[in-house]
């Protein structure tokens, strides 16, 4: 009983430990950089919604999209992932904001990220295959964003 009230206390810690964490400075200017390319705007408006790691981007007083930050587990490690959706919650981004893995930093290939964007995060799960030599970052990216919808 103890070990299964254990193991049901460190699934639930992990689960939550996806949606929680910041951006340095210069990780949210890039991330604010990297938006504006995506809707080719600038002097965007963030403003928070009711989950605080989901930020409503807001052009003309329309919403036209929303960014999630996003923490997985590497191998050893944290590392941080920023979600840009379009307002109907089409992936139209992933960017890996911070990767301190000294293994599997090939997920932070834009190519490989590239297969994400256009899912749905309301009606689709991500069919992405892991990358060999960084599977558990690969597979950890892929539950982050199942979670994020």
């Known amino acids: 009983m103890k070990t299964s009230l254990i193991y049901f206390i460190l699934t639930i810690t992990s689960l939550l430990s996806f949606a929680q964490g910041s951006l340095t ?4 200017k890039k991330c604010k950089n990297i938006i504006e ?11 928070t919604t009711q989950d605080k ?5 807001v052009s003309n007083n329309k919403t036209i999209g929303y960014y999630s930050l996003m923490n997985a587990k590497g191998k050893i490690g944290w590392f941080k992932i920023i979600i840009i959706y379009s307002s109907d919650l089409t992936i139209k981004k992933v960017y890996i904001a911070e ?8 997920i932070t290939n834009p190519k490989y990220l590239s297969k ?3 899912l749905n995060a309301k009606t689709q799960k991500p069919k992405v295959d892991a990358i060999s030599g960084a599977t558990i970052s690969s597979n950890s990216l892929k539950k982050a964003i199942e979670l994020s919808n």
């Open 116 to 118: 994400y964007e256009g």
């Open 99 to 106: 990767y301190n893995e000294t293994r599997g930093g090939e």
């Open 53 to 57: 790691d989901i930020q409503r981007i």
């Open 25 to 28: 400075q210069p990780q949210e």
């Open 37 to 47: 390319k995506v809707f080719n705007k600038t002097g965007l408006q963030y403003n």
